[in-house]
């Protein structure tokens, strides 16, 4: 016990050291278990559903159920939306630049041991700007929509677009739990912010953001978007996958 006296400074800076050597080796086998899961099918799917741009219907309906429910005051909503989004994706690029840890698909180790039937990325992947940058919608949607079954369904989004990145091993699960804090904060930060400029510039404008959600029809409609919208992208990829439009 005397060992890990603070009178032996060396004894602590061990301690963090392992720590973070443990860590690190948590993170790999995780990896290496969640990217060992694959199919011709899916890695076809996950492919296409890392993709922004696949996601660009159902971001255009949460642009229109915005200004649906907050009629002018979505003009700031949207513009400080866009700027939370900018904000997490290039805070993520500059921790990347800083840290420097390599993502899976450059490590010499770990390199040729994770499925990648995508591009490598580039060299640094801590932490992941998808997975920050969905969070941060997710949230920001959840608190102005204020409705239980939107708000299960994009977090669903918004967790199994993060998985992508890990299913095609651009990033390991540290790398997508950090965006996901780093996402929360964010979208919180940017829902106070709304809130602080309706109270100062907008304080008769009308709805107010803190009483104000969608309807259950509204996403009752969103829900069935969403799946049919996935489901025709699922079954058109079978059967191109069958009839080898797909290699």
Request: aromatic share 16%; net charge positive.
């Amino acid at each position: 016990m005397r060992f890990w006296h603070s009178g032996f400074p060396g004894a602590q800076a061990l301690f963090n050291f392992s720590l973070m050597e443990w860590i690190q080796q948590l993170d790999q086998s995780l990896l290496l278990f969640l990217n060992s899961f694959h199919s011709n099918f899916w890695d076809k799917a996950v492919t296409l559903f890392t993709s922004k741009e696949i996601w660009i219907p159902f971001y255009l309906m949460i642009v229109y159920l915005i200004i649906k429910t907050y009629k002018k005051n979505s003009i700031y909503i949207l513009i400080l939306i866009g700027l939370s989004i900018a904000l997490s994706d290039q805070f993520s690029g500059l921790i990347k630049n800083s840290v420097q840890r390599l993502r899976p698909t450059h490590d010499p180790v770990l390199g040729d041991l994770v499925h990648n039937i995508y591009n490598r990325g580039g060299a640094y992947g801590y932490f992941s700007a998808h997975a920050s940058n969905t969070f941060t919608i997710a949230i920001i949607a959840a608190r102005l929509f204020k409705n239980h079954l939107f708000t299960i369904l994009i977090f669903i989004w918004a967790v199994l677009v993060s998985y992508t990145r890990i299913y095609l091993g651009l990033h390991y699960p540290g790398d997508v739990i950090t965006g996901w804090i780093w996402g929360l904060l964010t979208g919180l930060a940017f829902y106070q912010l709304m809130l602080i400029i309706q109270r100062r510039y907008f304080k008769s404008s009308l709805p107010e953001i803190t009483k104000t959600g969608i309807t259950r029809q509204d996403s009752i409609h969103m829900l069935l978007f969403v799946m049919i919208y996935v489901v025709t992208i699922l079954v058109t990829i079978n059967r191109l996958t069958k009839y080898q439009f797909l290699n």
